[in-house]
């Protein structure tokens, strides 16, 4: 094979006697063979790339449709294809302004195409969520015929749950275009350029219906929606639209067709602050949770009791209902504060999110950043703060805390301290008042 | 007449640099004889450049210190001043000085007396969101802000205006308005008497509160008790000011150079949510029920447009930008 190639002094060569440069043929001083060969070789490099990512993609998904997590196999693996994405997308020309600009509106905070890119590092949130669609597919391909249309609201630059296992279908012959359509929507403008761009390095345009750029609120479906993917909330269940968005299309989803998520449970627990928050991390040494520390912490902490269990029932069931600040709102659980030993101190109240994609796939407390536990340092158990803020609520142990989640600005929860002893004495106050 | 004005000769009471261009026309016009300065500099003006050039003009300067009134009514008989004009003076000038002047000593004030006595006027009627504004000559009394006004012209406040911008319309408009009092005086070759105060706008009949000199406090923003237009007002009122109007973000106090009220929805969000961080709309944060864009941020690190300010210190949509209260011990 030659090592090097002269165009000044080496013999013209045939395409096929060419082994250094595969590109070239006939005479090199024709200028417009010479534009055909370039264009080959440029050809040759996007075709290159666009497999370099399909593989990608589908060594990822291999590796996140095994049974078992293995964070040594699964996260080389996302890092590679995140790689890819992530040049893709830096070489996307896309404007700055559309990339950067993050902002709330009347369903939660709309984060920026560029913080979500990293979606798809999240190893154990990609496991849970592939495997969970997988098999969700797997089951509506036997209730219904023709093809299962997808919706994936609020999906980012990168549609990271569905399209790497896209292009996995596409390589393993698992699905065709004729069995999925899949339409992708998000609000910002700079995360469907994106879209465009990724459909075709992947090569699944033929499994997309449409890529919308609107408010997925404004959604609105003339086909069946056999399954919709979901995925807009941070720790606590809290800022982002998940709420509202899964709230709409639980509306739009065929009777029998499947939420991904399935269930979102939240849970009230007490802990040592500076056990959860610090030492714990301490411990880790920066090497990630083991899932000894795990149950250590969860060992120490009090649980106080679900208030919110998410699925697609209770959304089609629940109407927000406005406060006098016009927010929209909802009731959610009610939990006692337990009587607690002086070594128990002040504990912090947290919240933690429980998610079940689908079956047996399940993200638990610190698997991923969304089910990290949310401190709510505001709820003061058996103590008066040091430096009182506005939102301060001062609980002792025996009250009732009842929480409330509100859906518009930020949404998330909040606890209002409801004692029905207290209540109902306060009435009979009023009464005899007014007697 | 204009030959026969020059004949005046005119002491000024410079308290500030409001009175650098009324200076420089007396100068000009040959009728400028004396200069007094403020013992107590409460503004803290550096009036050395001033005084550089009266040396080179060849006019005197003195400083009024207290007890001292008999120097300065020394210097107004041996230099046959006739006529005083007073700005932003800000101590009260003493009744034996006041008579020493034979056509009248007069202040110049930066507002339609009765509305808005005291020394910080055009701080206060832009804090309060005044769209009309004047400025006034009239006659010094023993009570301040109280006298005749022999003349005045009525100024338009634009919603733009900072304090620095309509101070020196004021200082121009006042330079006029005393030119035009001093050719008066030379032909009527009697003090000007004046009208008597009366207010002038409704909108100003509130007015009559004592605009004293704002305090860091005043120029302290406070996301959660000020609403977006008050915000705005503050920022344009301390521009151009010596206190400089601060906002605390993220627990640094940084200084709030220009900030715009904006028709965005707050969405309920507590104050000092950020709610939009982008390209055209800016950086726009949740005041007490309503939207503020913060446009003009300066701090140790520079002077920044409010995106610019955003993105380079990471400040996001959803972001609180009070102080944290993220695992701090409370107990």
Not at chain 2, 216 to 231: F, K, M, P, W, Y
Not at chain 2, 270 to 290: K, M, N, Q, R, Y
């Amino acid at each position: 094979m030659r090592s090097e190639f002269n165009p000044l002094s080496d013999p013209i060569c045939d395409f096929s006697d060419s082994e250094a440069w595969p590109g070239f043929a006939e005479s090199l001083y024709d200028r417009g063979r010479f534009t055909e060969i370039l264009r080959q070789s440029v050809t040759s490099a996007v075709l290159y790339e666009r497999h370099r990512m399909s593989l990608a993609a589908l060594d990822a998904v291999e590796t996140l449709l095994q049974p078992e997590f293995n964070r040594d196999q699964v996260a080389p693996a996302l890092e590679i294809l995140y790689q890819q994405l992530a040049d893709l997308y830096h070489q996307a020309d896309i404007p700055k302004r559309l990339r950067t600009r993050q902002f709330i509106c009347a369903s939660g905070l709309i984060m920026s195409p560029d913080h979500c890119i990293t979606t798809i590092r999240d190893a154990r949130r990609m496991h849970a969520f592939v495997r969970g669609i997988d098999q969700g597919l797997r089951i509506l391909r036997e209730k219904f015929e023709g093809p299962l249309h997808i919706v994936y609201p609020a999906c980012g630059p990168f549609a990271p749950l569905l399209l790497p296992l896209l292009s996995f279908y596409q390589q393993s012959g698992s699905y065709s275009a004729n069995d999925l359509k899949i339409t992708l929507i998000d609000v910002q403008e700079g995360a469907t350029q994106s879209l465009w761009q990724v459909i075709k390095a992947l090569e699944v345009q033929e499994f997309i219906a449409d890529v919308m750029c609107m408010d997925a609120l404004e959604y609105r479906s003339d086909q069946v929606v056999h399954m919709v993917v979901i995925e807009a909330m941070q720790h606590g269940f809290s800022r982002e639209g998940h709420f509202l968005l899964a709230r709409h299309f639980a509306q739009l989803l065929d009777g029998q067709g499947l939420m991904i998520p399935e269930e979102i449970s939240v849970r009230a627990v007490l802990n040592d602050p500076q056990e959860e928050l610090v030492t714990q991390w301490q411990e880790c040494n920066g090497q990630g949770e083991s899932d000894q520390l795990k149950q250590r912490i969860r060992g120490k902490r009090k649980e106080l009791g679900e208030i919110l269990k998410m699925d697609v029932a209770f959304l089609r069931s629940v109407a927000p209902a406005a406060g006098r600040d016009q927010s929209l709102m909802v009731a959610c659980g009610q939990v006692t504060v337990p009587v607690l030993t002086p070594s128990e101190g002040s504990p912090i109240l947290m919240l933690i999110t429980t998610v079940n994609t689908y079956g047996g796939e399940w993200l638990h407390d610190y698997d991923s950043g969304i089910t990290h536990p949310l401190p709510d340092a505001q709820v003061c158990i058996n103590f008066i703060p040091k430096d009182a803020q506005p939102g301060d609520l001062w609980v002792n142990s025996g009250d009732c805390l009842r929480f409330y989640y509100n859906f518009t600005g930020l949404p998330g929860f909040f606890a209002v301290r409801e004692n029905l002893a207290d209540s109902s004495a306060k009435v009979s106050r009023e009464l005899a008042h007014d007697c | 007449m204009i030959a026969e004005a020059r004949q005046l000769r005119v002491a000024v009471f410079a308290g500030s640099q409001f009175a650098v261009n009324l200076i420089a026309e007396l100068m000009q016009r040959k009728q400028l004889a004396l200069v007094v300065f403020p013992g107590k500099n409460s503004q803290k003006d550096d009036f050395s450049v001033l005084a550089q050039a009266l040396e080179a003009a060849q006019v005197p300067f003195v400083v009024l210190r207290s007890g001292q009134q008999e120097v300065i009514a020394e210097h107004l008989k041996r230099l046959h001043i006739t006529v005083g004009i007073v700005a932003t003076f800000p101590q009260k000038i003493p009744a034996s000085l006041i008579q020493a002047f034979r056509l009248g000593l007069y202040n110049l004030h930066a507002a339609l007396l009765p509305a808005y006595p005291g020394p910080a006027p055009i701080y206060w009627q832009i804090r309060d969101g005044q769209s009309e504004s004047g400025i006034v000559l009239h006659r010094v009394t023993e009570q301040m802000d109280s006298g005749n006004i022999v003349a005045k012209r009525l100024v338009a406040i634009h919603p733009l205006d900072t304090s620095a911008s309509l101070h020196n319309q004021m200082a121009h408009l006042g330079t006029q308005l005393v030119s035009a009092a001093l050719e008066e005086l030379m032909r009527l070759k009697t003090p000007l008497l004046g009208e008597v105060q009366t207010r002038h706008f409704s909108a100003l009949s509130e007015a009559a509160v004592y605009a004293r000199r704002p305090e860091q406090q005043d120029n302290v923003i406070r996301l959660s008790e000020q609403n977006a237009e008050d915000i705005a007002a503050i920022c344009r009122a301390g521009n151009g000011t010596q206190v400089p109007v601060i906002i605390e973000l993220k627990q640094v106090w940084v200084q709030l150079l220009q900030a715009t009220a904006v028709d965005y929805p707050t969405f309920n969000t507590p104050p000092g949510t950020v709610l939009f961080v982008g390209d055209p709309e800016g950086f726009i944060v949740a005041a007490c029920g309503s939207a503020l864009r913060l446009e003009v941020l300066s701090c140790s690190d520079g002077i920044f447009g409010g995106l610019a300010f955003a993105e380079r210190f990471g400040i996001d949509a959803g972001a609180q930008l009070s102080v944290p209260l993220f695992f701090k011990q409370r107990a």
